[in-house]
């Protein structure tokens, strides 16, 4: 490689580093029973709301986004162990004394001072009502026949904002457990082969869970046009997508 050609290259990394820093964050505003619930999504499995105050980070990861810009976390809900779900690094940016971290049992010993939460658990952090929810896999696995994201390893977390239910679901495909969820008013579900869903399964799992509002999320090259399409016919179920590659 010639030198004016790794000068080339060079800039565009630095101007593309730059552009990811300084790309404002996409946010939607949700009304509810104590004020508006506010998302920001930073991107792929990493977003933050703000609710009353205070500030929920979800499996914050550094190469997402500049977590030494975004607010000091309340509260940050991991949901497994993977490297696009679990960082320590951007945990420390966003920790501030009192912070609450809760983790699912495959991330145990991997945060310092964090609470597992199990399938099926509930908690009361800041006083925000937490459900941790199975994530796993059914039909998609490795080479070897295990599944991508075996059951009881991996959470999703349904936290009660005000009088609305936000179900996040970590790395899942449609499983039983989501039809005993109860209302759901917003729901994050993934959708990226072979490790979540394809559009066809994300639907099937919204008509399962019935959300008011549904963000596909984690759906790298995913065309999420199929998974609007396929609702279509569930109007009552308004899919908003954002910037979640």
């Known amino acids: 490689m010639s030198k004016i050609s790794l000068v080339l290259v060079l800039l565009t990394m630095g101007f593309t580093l730059v552009g990811a820093v300084l790309r404002k964050l996409e946010e939607d505003s949700i009304p509810t029973s104590r004020g508006d619930l506010r998302i920001s999504f930073v991107g792929h499995a990493s977003l933050f709301f703000t609710f009353d105050g205070k500030v929920i980070h979800v499996d914050p990861v550094s190469g997402e986004g500049d977590y030494r810009s975004f607010p000091k976390a ?23 004394p009192g912070t609450q971290v809760v983790i699912s049992q ?22 925000f009502e937490i459900e941790a929810v199975p994530a796993y896999n059914i039909v998609h696995k ?7 994201h075996p059951k009881g390893q991996g ?23 989501m039809k005993s ?52 016919s569930s109007p009552e179920i308004v899919v908003r997508v954002r910037r979640m590659k």
């Open 106 to 127: 495959a991330c145990a010993g991997k945060i310092k001072d964090a609470v597992v939460m199990k399938n099926g658990g509930k908690m009361t952090a800041l006083e």
């Open 155 to 177: 959470n999703g977390y349904v936290i009660t904002f005000g009088d609305k239910r936000v179900y996040v679901a970590g790395d899942t495909e449609p499983i039983p457990e």
């Open 181 to 232: 969820l109860g209302t759901v008013d917003i729901a994050f579900l993934p959708i990226n082969l072979p490790y979540t869903m394809s559009p066809e399964m994300a639907a099937e799992a919204a008509r399962a869970i019935k959300p008011k509002i549904l963000y596909p999320y984690h759906y790298g090259e995913t065309d999420t046009r199929k998974l609007v399409e396929r609702l279509k």
């Open 142 to 148: 490795r080479s070897d026949g295990n599944p991508f």
């Open 74 to 96: 309340d509260l940050i809900l991991i949901t497994h162990e993977h490297f696009d779900h679990l960082d320590a690094e951007a945990v420390r940016l966003i920790r501030k």
